[in-house]
């Protein structure tokens, strides 16, 4: 049986007052529930303190590819290691369409992650666009070949993937659990072709605008193992309410 983890995008939100009602709150409702939070990077420190010894593991929304130097403004995966990062968020869509991430540096900053000892969380998806043009399953095999390029298939073993279709993300517009399924299915098959045991055993999350209304029908679906979810982390109870419905 694979585990179910969701994970909360927190993105560019919180302050240290609301960090510490948010986590008060979760804290004692997921005890005993595996879930991950990807905070700010000033917040991390926080995390740390508040998270220490609890069922909330923590993690950051974004890495250097490079590992130390005059990179000015970026942050190392080490760097993460030494506040307890455990995931870190790698290739998100919003990284890639403001930021200009291409495949390839989300493929380094993937294998910089796994080289310091952190599990990346690989987003993929396609866009509106790309979904009505019938290349859904085209645009997620090129980001996924990307990783397994660089990296193998067997670095699989030692991440989680992100399903996130770009018009679901932010937008209300959840995919159907029937969509959310078919590409979650593709993602499997395709690991399947090159490795069965590490495609059994990988933890694809869902994300795009789930909440605690509509999670019980997303996590059901058998290639469905968890969720990755922006706004609705946020707010202690809608995160707690999705966190048990995975579990
Ligand atoms: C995300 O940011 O990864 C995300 C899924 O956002 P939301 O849940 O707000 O759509």
Not at 67 to 80: C, D, Q, W
Request: charged letters at 15%; one cysteine or more; hydrophobic letters at 50%.
């Amino acid at each position: 049986m694979r585990k179910k983890l969701v994970a909360g995008n927190w993105k560019m939100h919180g302050s240290l007052a609301e960090n510490a009602a948010l986590l008060a709150a979760l804290k004692p409702a997921l005890s005993g529930i595996e879930a991950v939070v990807c905070v700010p990077f000033p917040y991390l420190a926080q995390a740390q303190a508040e998270l220490a010894g609890s069922s909330i593991a923590w993690g950051a929304q974004n890495v250097s590819e490079q590992a130390k130097g005059a990179f000015t403004g970026e942050v190392s995966a080490s760097m993460l290691l030494d506040f307890g990062c455990t995931y870190v968020i790698v290739g998100h869509s919003e990284r890639r369409s403001l930021y200009g991430e291409s495949d390839a540096l989300v493929a380094s900053k993937y294998v910089a992650a796994q080289a310091a000892g952190l599990t990346p969380i690989l987003c993929v998806g396609e866009s509106l666009a790309e979904r009505e043009s019938g290349v859904t399953e085209a645009v997620v095999a090129r980001q996924l070949d990307a990783v397994i390029n660089a990296a193998g298939v067997a670095s699989l073993a030692k991440a989680v993937v992100a399903y996130e279709p770009v018009w679901a993300i932010g937008t209300g517009k959840t995919a159907s659990p029937e969509q959310a399924q078919a590409v979650h299915a593709f993602i499997r098959g395709k690991i399947a072709a090159l490795d069965a045991g590490v495609a059994d055993q990988l933890v694809i999350q869902y994300g795009g605008s789930v909440k605690a209304a509509n999670a019980a029908e997303l996590m059901v679906q058998p290639d469905i193992d968890g969720g990755l979810i922006g706004g609705a982390s946020l707010v202690a109870d809608e995160f707690i309410a999705i966190c048990r419905a995975a579990a």
